[in-house]
């Protein structure tokens, strides 16, 4: 079973609807993020989590919300969806730094294709 | 101007060749350093840290300027697998460790 699971895969909704993407992870990790993929812009960060109790906007917060219901479960909604938020979605982990560590793996789920009409 | 840019090519190259990426970053503060690589419509996957003294992962190079702010990643021997997306990435210090900033990618194709 994969590690990171985003759930659904593929969506198409309608401008204005409220849509919820959800993440699912069993590594354990406290950290979780959300990214959206725009062809030429690469990967941009939404929003992330360092733990339960922890929500911190991203580069691209605007028109979107988060939710982190437990350690392994981090929700991104879109409370009207319009048009520009077509794309592809990401969600990722990673462990918290360890001793003598600087660095962390950050692992991603298989993301979420977004259209909206 | 982005923080972390790279040449998106595309690249075709033949089996065998040596592939050189480079990637800039413009943030002085960014304290880790990557390449990533993006299978198409599939997630991104580590491919290896970048270390200043330069780190060897077999076919793969990665090297790390901090004065001159930029990365490379070579690719030899270059194999029909190897076509992928590389995103070259950083992450920051202090509040922003954790935190991954991606440049846009470079696309590679090999062909036979």
């Known amino acids: 079973d994969a590690d990171v699971t985003q759930t659904p895969r593929n969506r198409i909704t309608k401008t204005g609807k409220r849509i919820m993407l959800e993440c699912s992870q069993t590594k354990g990790h406290d950290r979780m993020y959300w990214y959206r993929q725009d062809p030429g812009l690469g990967l941009r960060l939404i929003y992330y989590?360092?733990?339960?109790?922890?929500?911190n906007k991203g580069e691209i917060s605007d028109g979107y919300s988060v939710s982190r219901q437990a350690q392994a479960k981090f929700s991104l909604s879109l409370e009207s969806a319009i048009p520009n938020q077509t794309a592809l979605y990401f969600c990722?982990?990673?462990?918290?730094?360890?001793?003598?560590?600087?660095?962390?793996?950050?692992?991603f789920g298989p993301g979420t294709r977004l259209t909206v009409l | 101007r982005k923080e972390v840019e790279q040449d998106p090519g595309p690249f075709n190259v033949p089996e065998g060749a040596t592939v050189a990426f480079n990637c800039t970053y413009s943030?002085?503060?960014?304290?880790?350093f990557f390449w990533y690589r993006q299978d198409c419509r599939k997630e991104p996957k580590l491919l290896m840290s970048?270390?200043?003294s330069g780190n060897e992962d077999g076919r793969f190079t990665a090297q790390l300027n901090r004065a001159s702010q930029y990365i490379s990643l070579l690719i030899r021997d270059s194999k029909l697998s190897d076509s992928a997306t590389y995103l070259c990435?950083?992450?920051?210090?202090?509040?922003?460790?954790?935190?991954?900033?991606f440049g846009q990618g470079t696309i590679l194709t090999v062909h036979p």
């Open positions: 970048v270390y200043s």
């Open positions: 943030n002085s503060a960014s304290q880790s």
């Open positions: 990435v950083t992450q920051g210090r202090g509040t922003s460790y954790g935190k991954l900033t």
């Open positions: 990722a982990t990673s462990d918290q730094p360890g001793q003598g560590r600087i660095t962390d793996t950050q692992y």
């Open positions: 989590s360092f733990d339960v109790k922890d929500i």
